[in-house]
């Protein structure tokens, strides 16, 4: 009744689903693993934005990289914008999605220490991208700032490559190392996306909060997955049993046409 399992078309049906049975078990862990992930990083957002503001010098120190916990966490900082030394970043958006610039100016601190601070975002209206666009000036004098601290950028982190040979006072990605050479100062690690106070004509525009992961995707995906898998063997079963039902019915019930006792139709009468 079961013979057919062993042809060539039932093998190969078989073999395909032990393999799908597995994969989409693997897949589902791999989604829920990153749901997991997503979820941490989302819980690591709102803990960091719920926290109270603290001095920058408490989490971030010369040659410090800013960890995890510490990504995203609101700090002050007391000191001056040092415009002399500020320079932009290239090719960032903003909120939609036009390109343009991200001000970096160095904020030094009353222990002589520099802080790299992100004032935020400007167009990319000057005539060319090779000069340095109009900036507009922060507060002069001595002011507190708030804001978000970051980990220096990379590469890896970001897809963002870094170039050589960039116009004067133009960088591609913030690092506190290579700001170190250059102002030949102890920078702080990472640097701080500015919040507060907010500037009075608009511009820089400040960077938003940062969004969160939709985690609840990668769990609906991971069940999904799940479901395939139990469904590969469910769905094999149903085919064979459908299988060997109409091979049963055609054995049993097929008129055998080469019977001799079988009735033969009367001859007709001219």
């Not at 799908?20 to 819980?43: D, K």
């Not at 410090?64 to 970043?89: C, I, K, L, M, Q």
């Not at 975002?121 to 922060?138: C, H, L, M, R, Y």
Request: no cysteine; net charge negative; hydrophobic share 40%.
């Amino acid at each position: 009744m079961y013979r057919f399992l062993l042809s060539r078309q039932w093998v190969t049906l078989t073999l395909v689903a032990l393999l799908l049975v597995p994969t989409m078990i693997a897949l589902g862990i791999w989604q829920m693993n990153r749901y997991e992930e997503r979820s941490a990083r989302n819980q690591l957002v709102t803990n960091a934005l719920a926290a109270d503001p603290v001095p920058v010098e408490e989490l971030a120190a010369p040659g410090h990289a800013v960890t995890r916990p510490e990504r995203y966490r609101t700090v002050t900082a007391t000191g001056r914008f040092d415009t002399d030394a500020e320079v932009v970043v290239r090719r960032r958006t903003n909120a939609d999605e036009e390109i343009g610039f991200h001000v970096l100016t160095p904020f030094v601190l009353d222990d002589g220490k520099v802080l790299l601070v992100n004032r935020g975002w400007i167009p990319s209206d000057g005539p060319s991208q090779t000069e340095f666009p109009k900036v507009p000036a922060p507060p002069a004098g001595e002011t507190t700032i708030t804001g978000r601290l970051m980990p220096d950028e990379t590469t890896e982190a970001s897809g963002i490559k870094e170039l050589e040979g960039l116009p004067d006072r133009q960088i591609m990605l913030i690092n506190s190392e290579r700001e170190a050479e250059r102002l030949n100062a102890d920078v702080l690690g990472g640097y701080v996306a500015q919040t507060a106070p907010e500037p009075g004509n608009g511009l820089p525009q400040r960077l938003g909060d940062p969004g969160k992961e939709n985690a609840a995707l990668n769990y609906a995906y991971a069940i999904q997955w799940w479901l395939f898998a139990a469904a590969v063997p469910v769905g094999w079963f149903v085919l064979a049993r459908r299988e060997a039902r109409e091979s049963a019915q055609k054995a049993d019930g097929g008129p055998d046409t080469g019977s001799p006792d079988a009735p033969r139709p009367e001859s007709a009468t001219v």
